[in-house]
């Protein structure tokens, strides 16, 4: 009696040990946040986005090479050099719930963001449509520029052309809501959220996981996969195990892993790796002390080895930026970078009536990458003779000071909402966008300015990228931040994921092809 | 008092390690075999070898060093935290107990109050209000002490205070000041002796910790907290960055707990194992 | 007893006013507009305005302390700035979750903790005491964030033995080390409790008796000292109750554990007002009722404490 007590005990250990994961089709996932709100209107990170790409469908969204494709409309036509577009919707769209997607869901859907009593952060990203402007400010009952003459069109018309609008539709913030439900929800729409998209939310255990599931009712091929299942894992090294253990499916390798990685037999040939649309920067505001002299900055980005950074703590899997633009994106131009030479530099500061050195704060969110670059910014500028203080600061407390411009300099990165060279310029670099608009260096400079803004109204693609090129060159010969570097990504995925490719925008993704083998089959 | 505390096997113990940290702290400079600011991209992450006894961290920083100049914060911080806390207690303690009544009542309230809060919670609400510093943890942490310290003088002094001598004075006119400081808190000594040395080890431990959540220590300060944390990320390559300081913390820590369990086992036998968590 | 405890319960309502008020003023002056950490990397001035209205952060401090003091009793945390759902909603979801690892701590702490004190007293002055001793003492003054680390790192990462994080569905093995890790401190200062407080018993006593008397006499004495030692042993396993809350923010963010630990961290770390302001006060309104439900107890079973705890 005893020993079958025993042996069955043992048995129920063996299979609970035996990776319960044996014949599940569910991909496992990690986030290293937890996402608040999954309404389009309202999300503002990068995994909110990626999750309200798949529940949501855009009129168009980014295919894994970063395209603009079709998603609830199935075909359009830009009209009057880009500055009106009709919408064809796809007639087999439909809500998870099963209503069919109507052209009024469309501009009620726009509506909601761009409306009076919006909370959304987002406006921008409509706000070039003809009249949104009046209707945010309660001016007007309606975007004049927004039509559905019929169930399934849409027409758009925009107060003056711009090259990358349909890229700004395929943002998380123009997705197709079903207003009507909700309305009903109110702000329990945003932990109940429901779309068009292939995937519905089917469970979230705050603070533990999400699930999703495929939507029945969704018109293309159906996933593969019976579920998505995304974990929240804060720190990197449980990550790093859960992995290894084969709970996770999938795991962006952290930078200091990676050459353990790639040269692990077991991963890597199962890495996947692609350049950013991220740059990363030290950001000097430009109307502050010391830092108002251009020689002065160009001084601390000679004083800081960058190569030597991205040796160490990047492996030497990262692109040194000599400009915002990334080498992946139409208007990056190759250009000499700042030389690191210390002797240059203290010579410069000197020039510019500082050789004694001066004192300045970089500010900083709490993160480990962060942490490891700006500690060794610190050392080098010290070389240099200029002394460090390192503030940080969580995230509303940093943006708040640095927007307002009441910090020295702050380390930041900027990943790219949709992949145009203009996402790189207009928002950092732009007057018009000083401070909480995204450019907080404060670079105010008319012959910048006038750049960008040519480059957004031409309808030649080729004059714009060149456009932007110099803009970006003149705004590098001005050094508003100490310049760093567009990192790589590597992603490890297990041997027994098919079908994966890595896209090249985060919401280029929708895991509708991809496929999990059996164990049995490896 | 110090040869019964030594007697104690222990006591020996607690005050050799105690000693070790303290020396590490005052003689840092001196003993430090580089310096543990100096950045060497070249020398990142080397591990430990003769020159590196420890290792070195991703900025090429010397791990022995910066942990010898980490006692030092950690004794900084403890230090003042916890004569802060020392002085605030002693000083409302006598005076709610001494003259009782509503002042008395306010002052064990406010007691309650700061005892109500997990600590380690209370500490991180404080500082993510007046942001993260070694100042600022150091205030923190010396407010957040007080209550405990309050409440132990308190007591004690009532019981001091219906004494006979004490009342014997007291009749005779002598002055509260007088009798506070020359009758009654002497007789508070041997307990706040206990309690400060036992105090030095949480005040390690919460520093550490406050620092390993990043709201302590700031860069480049070397921290065993901090080290701690930013040493998590490569725990599989580099191992030695998270290990040596958690050693270095769990050393000091006790060090400082078996010397306090000597002082009370010698100065006040009745109250074993009373008092002392980490 | 029963005017002990009148007492004691009437005092507790002044300090959960105190503890309100405390909760409030400090979350109130945190750094940072907490509009900012709503929106995104591009905002614009009337957006922010808008939301602030409507969070009446521009209220005066006295209405909006008036507001929160309502509030609360009314049990309305508020709304969370960052998820919109209401603050009491998530605490309840969460708090289950810092229960049920805190209760496997205590249950941990208890298990070993007293029977390595009782066998360490009975094996007094051998090698086992000896090395419990040590062990203990080192294990009280280990930083529980360290010793997560270090769990991890065998038994997940080098063993392959247990899962090193998350809640798994309520899966038992995701439960161990964690909990092992909240349960460290308190195992071992439990086991030094049993001992001591085993060792008063048993010498003072029975000692010579029983020795006169032979071991089968030594086990009944042991069975009987043990009842007696007890008592400390449950004030502290009581009030490290409370103190699970405390190791819970460090343990929960390590473990990626999906509790009110957690939840506190991260709503401090994103600046969500009313979520820190409503998950502080929870955690210290915990904490105050299981002190006082020990310290009742203890009055209860040892009418002496009442006269020297007052106060």
């Known amino acids: 009696m005893k020993k079958q007590i025993l042996g069955s005990l043992l048995a129920v250990c063996l299979l609970g040990c035996s990776q319960e994961a044996a014949v599940d089709n569910t991909l496992h996932l990690a986030l290293e946040t937890s996402p608040n709100k999954l309404d389009p209107a309202l999300v503002v990170d990068v995994a909110e986005g990626q999750l309200c790409s798949l529940i949501f469908q855009r009129l168009v969204r980014f295919s894994p090479e970063g395209d603009v494709v079709p998603d609830a409309a199935a075909s359009w036509e830009m009209l009057d050099s880009g500055r009106r577009y009709v919408f064809h919707l796809d007639p087999r769209a439909r809500f998870s719930s099963g209503r069919r997607v109507l052209s009024s869901d469309v501009v009620a859907s726009f509506g909601r963001v761009l409306g009076p009593s919006s909370r959304s952060s987002r406006q921008w990203v409509l706000a070039r449509i003809r009249g949104a402007g009046s209707f945010t400010r309660g001016v007007a009952s309606s975007v004049s520029g927004l039509a559905a003459p019929d169930d399934s069109t849409v027409t758009i018309e925009l107060e003056e052309p711009f090259r990358p609008f349909l890229q700004l539709l395929a943002m998380p913030a123009a997705s197709i809501v079903p207003v009507d439900l909700a309305e009903e929800a109110g702000d329990g729409f945003a932990a109940e959220p429901l779309g068009s998209g292939p995937w519905r939310l089917a469970a979230w255990n705050r603070g533990d996981y999400l699930s999703l599931v495929p939507n029945p009712h969704y018109p293309g091929s159906k996933p593969a996969l019976d579920e998505l299942r995304f974990r929240i894992i804060p720190e990197a090294f449980t990550r790093i195990a859960e992995f290894e253990a084969g709970t996770l499916d999938m795991l962006k390798v952290p930078l200091a892993e990676l050459s353990r990685f790639l040269q692990d037999d077991q991963w890597k040939d199962r890495l996947q790796s692609r350049p950013e649309l991220r740059v990363l920067y030290i950001g000097l505001n430009n109307n502050r002390g010391p830092l108002r002299d251009a020689r002065v900055r160009r001084a601390l980005n000679m004083a800081v080895d960058v190569d030597q950074l991205i040796n160490v703590l990047y492996q030497g899997h990262a692109t040194r930026a000599a400009g915002a633009i990334p080498p992946s994106l139409g208007g990056f131009r190759e250009r000499d970078a700042y030389p690191y030479d210390p002797a240059q530099a203290r010579r410069l500061l000197a020039e510019a009536g500082f050789g004694e050195g001066f004192a300045m704060e970089i500010w900083q969110r709490d993160s480990p990458e962060g942490n490891r670059l700006v500690e060794a910014v610190q050392g080098y500028l010290l070389q240099a003779g200029v002394t460090v203080t390192i503030v940080k600061r969580e995230w509303s407390a940093f943006k708040e000071a640095v927007s307002q411009g009441r910090v020295d300099a702050f380390f930041l990165d900027w990943y790219a909402d949709y992949p145009d060279a203009e996402n790189f310029l207009f928002p950092l670099f732009h007057s018009q966008n000083a401070g909480p608009g995204g450019n907080r260096a404060f670079i105010n400079e008319p012959r910048v300015d006038e750049l960008i803004e040519r480059a957004q109204r031409t309808d030649e693609p080729e004059a714009g990228l060149r456009l932007y090129a110099s803009a970006d060159s003149l705004v590098y010969e001005l050094a508003p931040w100490i310049y760093l570097y567009f990192p790589t990504t590597f992603l490890a995925v297990s041997p027994r994921i098919e079908n994966y490719v890595f896209p090249v925008v985060y919401l280029g993704e929708d895991f509708s092809s991809v496929q999990k083998l059996s164990k049995g089959n490896h | 008092m110090l040869k019964a505390v030594v007697g104690q096997k222990s006591g020996l113990v607690g005050l050799v390690l105690a000693l070790l940290v303290l020396g590490a702290a005052i003689f840092a400079p001196l003993i430090a075999p580089h310096d543990p600011y100096a950045i060497d991209m070249n020398e990142a992450l080397h591990p430990p070898s003769y020159a590196h006894p420890l290792g070195t961290d991703v900025l090429g920083r010397d791990i022995m060093s910066r942990l010898i100049y980490g006692a030092r914060i950690s004794m900084q911080v403890s230090l003042t935290a916890r004569l802060i806390s020392l002085l605030l207690g002693t000083l409302l303690g006598l005076v709610g107990g001494y ?151 769990t050393l000091a820590v006790l060090g400082f707990n078996l010397l306090g369990d000597a002082f009370r086992d010698v100065l006040d036998p009745k109250l074993r194992d009373a008092g002392q968590r980490g | 007893m029963l005017s002990y405890a009148v007492k004691r319960i009437l005092l507790f309502v002044p300090v959960l006013i105190g503890v309100a008020t405390v909760s409030f003023f400090l979350v109130y002056v945190l750094p940072g507009d907490p509009v900012l950490s709503m929106v995104g990397e591009r905002y614009d001035q009337a957006t922010i305005d808008q939301l602030r209205r409507e969070m009446h952060l521009d209220d005066p401090l006295f209405v909006q302390y008036g507001h929160f003091m309502v509030g609360l009793a009314r049990l309305d945390f508020g709304n969370s700035y960052v998820t919109g759902r209401p603050v009491l909603e998530s605490v309840r979801e969460r708090f289950p979750f810092t229960f049920r690892l805190s209760l496997f701590a205590m249950l941990i702490s208890v298990v070993v903790g007293v029977s390595v004190g009782v066998v360490a007293a009975w094996k007094w002055r051998t090698a086992f005491d000896y090395v419990t001793m040590g062990v203990t003492i080192v294990g009280i003054s280990m930083p529980v964030f360290w010793l997560g680390v270090i769990l991890i790192y065998f038994f997940s990462m080098k063993l392959g033995l247990l899962p090193p994080s998350g809640y798994g569905g309520g899966s038992f093995k995701y439960m161990i080390l964690p909990a092992f890790t909240l349960a460290q401190a308190s195992t071992a200062y439990v086991a030094r409790i049993t001992r001591s407080s085993m060792l008063d018993v048993v010498h003072e006593q029975y000692m010579q008796t029983a020795r006169a008397k032979g071991v089968s006499e030594l086990r009944t004495v042991f069975a009987h000292g043990l009842r007696n030692a007890l008592l400390p042993v449950v004030t502290v396993v009581g009030t490290d109750f409370g103190s699970y809350l405390s190791g819970a923010v460090l343990t929960e963010s390590i473990f990626a554990w999906p509790g009110l630990g957690r939840f506190t961290l991260d709503a401090i770390l994103k600046r969500d007002v009313p979520a820190i302001q409503g998950a502080v006060f929870f955690m210290a309104v915990v904490f105050m009722t299981v002190n006082l439900l020990v310290d009742l107890l203890y009055a209860w079973v040892d009418p002496r404490v009442k006269l020297e705890r007052k106060g």
């Not at chain 2, 020359?182 to 550490?208: D, W």
Request: hydrophobic letters at 55%; a positive charge; one cysteine or more.
């Open chain 2, 99 to 249: 003259y009782g009544g509503r002042l008395d009542g306010l002052i064990m309230r406010l007691a309650d109050v700061t005892l109500a809060y997990p600590a380690l919670l209370l500490l991180i609400a404080v500082i993510a209000a007046v942001g993260p510093s070694l100042v600022s943890l150091v205030v923190a942490l010396g407010i957040v002490g007080w209550a405990g310290i309050a409440r132990i003088v308190r007591a004690q002094v009532l019981s001091v205070k219906e004494r006979e001598f004490v009342m014997a004075v007291r009749s005779l006119g002598g002055r509260h000041s007088g009798i506070i400081f020359r009758h009654v808190l002497p007789n508070c000594f041997s307990q706040l002796i206990i309690v400060f040395s036992m105090g030095l080890g949480m005040g390690i431990m919460a520093e550490s910790s406050m620092s390993f959540l990043g709201f302590g220590a700031q860069p480049p300060t070397p921290s065993w907290g901090s080290m701690i944390s930013s040493g998590l990320d490569y725990l599989r390559v580099a191992p030695w960055l998270s290990l040596a300081p958690g050693i270095g913390i």
